[in-house]
């Protein structure tokens, strides 16, 4: 089989394989799609927390995206971890040069132990700067109610959270609602001309590293084969829901999902 599409994405490295670049990649690959990436940041880190984050300089972030897009032009980006006003500026201007039109942005500002992977000028930076520049924007509430400026409990107050999105220049919006103690998952699809809620029964598990990189992936994946974003997210959050209810059950922490859910291995290989 050909690869369906070449995505880049521009992310963290996650040690423990569950989450940032790692995820990014198994999610592309087992979707069918070629990845490249930019590794703005390399974490340390196991299913009980992150251990060290060494970032990437801004300039060899932009050297990987450049370089490497000259060469092959993706079809789609999917943008994750930026730890500093530096490299989102950096990042901007290299998005420029490369001119991609798809382009999805996971606003990841803290990993599921609470470390925070942004420092605080680059959530002001993110929705001044990039929020307008890409197709989709994926916060999940923590993250919204940082940008908008918002208490979100409830299906409503999402959908509040999003429109404040798009009046700040958002084309497109995901909110995510796994973090609403709920026990249906709410996600919820804005945009200028319509609202879109995906409803999905809550896996009770704390293996769940790694959903929101897998879901932007995920998305980025189907988004970058000519789907529209509503089919991507709405196809993309079933994928997500399949890989964790097979999560292998991996670490004494929280445990990551299973990225290979949607591909079927040859038995001559096991
Ligand atoms: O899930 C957010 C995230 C993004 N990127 C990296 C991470 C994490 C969470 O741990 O490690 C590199």
Known sequence: ??????????????????????????????????????ITAVTSQNTT?????????????????????????????KIGMLHSSK???????????????????DPVMVAKGGTRLIDKNSTEMLKKKMLNKVSLITPNIPEAEIITKTKINSKEDMIFAANILLNLGAKNVLIKGGHLKKQNIIDVFVNKKEISIFKNK??????????GCTLSSAITAYFACGKTLKKSCEMAIKYVNEAIASRPNYGKGHGPINHLNSIEIKRRFL
């Open 1 to 38: 089989m050909k690869p369906k599409s070449k995505i880049l994405i521009i992310a963290g490295s996650d040690s423990s394989g569950g989450a940032g670049i790692q995820a990014d990649i198994k999610t592309i690959t087992s979707l069918g799609g070629y990845a490249m990436t930019a």
């Open 49 to 77: 927390g992150v251990n060290s984050i060494m970032p990437v300089n801004y300039k060899e972030i932009s050297k990987q995206i450049e370089f490497t897009c000259r060469d092959i032009q993706p079809d789609a980006i």
């Open 87 to 105: 490299v989102i500026n950096s990042v901007l201007s290299s998005l420029e040069k490369i001119k991609v039109n798809k382009i999805v942005l």
């Open 202 to 211: 809550k896996i009770n598990t704390k293996n769940t590293h790694g959903t």
